[in-house]
């Protein structure tokens, strides 16, 4: 993190209400922009995380904090999903003052493009864990609330259209039908085929090369991958997408439990795989 940044960086913090990754190197809400003279911080935070971080940001800035020299602190926030955001980040390393990543493995894979500055001041900033979003009534009928179900459950009725529509009751399309964030660009695709690999082989420890091609693995990822008929941008839009179109659009997507809360409305449920997630 740039030492001229670090003591006004504390202060935005400080109005972050929940205990998101922040990693520093070195729009806000309907205000006019930024004063003259201000002193800027340019916030590069992931999609799930925009709907909280536009309230703190406008909230930080209408409070006019100052410098030790009596500049006007002004934060910018640009929203980016984490893997674009690293391709930005390496062909510009100033696009970003503080950095909000959806997990520590995105800064891995910036300091793996020879970017290290970020990964030497990262403090957890919110956590929210990586779920299965599935409507209500579908839950049920899978046994929701009362019986477990886990990322290997849910590949089983994906690869299985009979065993689909035996515990679904043949009222859900002729089989399950499904999205999650692409793996590319977010944390919450990565993290879905990451939980998937481990499931597939009971651990908890890193996924390594050989586990990926362990032919349980294959099986595993390719079973739940059957039903997903295409990946979404991030968690944050398909959330939205899953309420506007309703369950004949989609059964089940991945996504962050946040994502529920803010868009589900007591329709989408949220299932906490029994094998367990990534926050």
């Not at 935070?45 to 030790?68: C, D, I, M, R, Y």
């Not at 049920?140 to 690869?159: H, Q, V, Y």
């Not at 085929?193 to 597939?200: D, K, N």
Request: aromatic share 8%; charged share 15%; glycine share 12%.
């Amino acid at each position: 993190m740039k030492q001229r940044h670090l003591r006004y960086l504390f202060l935005f913090f400080a109005f972050l209400a929940l205990p998101a990754l922040a990693c520093g190197f070195g729009s806000d809400g309907d205000d006019d922009g930024p004063p003259r003279n201000a002193a800027m911080v340019n916030v590069l935070a992931s999609s799930s995380l925009e709907p909280w971080l536009q309230t703190a940001v406008s909230e930080f800035n209408a409070s006019e904090q100052e410098t030790g020299s009596g500049q006007t602190i002004y934060v910018q926030l640009a929203i980016a999903e984490s893997g674009q955001a690293v391709g930005d980040i390496v062909a510009d390393p100033s696009t970003a003052s503080v950095w909000i990543p959806e997990s520590d493995v995105w800064v891995d894979i910036l300091a793996d493009q020879g970017l290290q500055e970020f990964a030497e001041d990262c403090t957890s900033v919110a956590e929210s864990p990586l779920v299965i979003g599935m409507w209500r009534p579908i839950a049920e009928k899978l046994g929701w609330p009362g019986l477990p179900l886990g990322w290997l459950d849910i590949g089983s009725l994906a690869a299985d259209p009979s065993a689909w529509s035996y515990y679904s009751g043949g009222e859900y399309g002729d089989s399950l039908r499904m999205s999650h964030a692409h793996p590319g660009l977010s944390g919450a695709g990565t993290g879905t085929l990451l939980a998937i690999v481990q499931a597939a082989q009971s651990k908890t420890d890193s996924v390594t090369p050989d586990d990926i091609s362990q032919p349980i693995v294959q099986a595993s990822v390719g079973a739940f991958e059957s039903a997903v008929s295409s990946f979404n941008s991030n968690s944050e839009n398909l959330g939205k997408t899953m309420i506007e179109r309703g369950p004949g659009y989609l059964g089940a997507g991945v996504m962050y439990e946040s994502t529920i809360v803010q868009h589900g409305g007591g329709e989408l449920v949220a299932i906490y795989p029994l094998e367990g997630t990534f926050m």
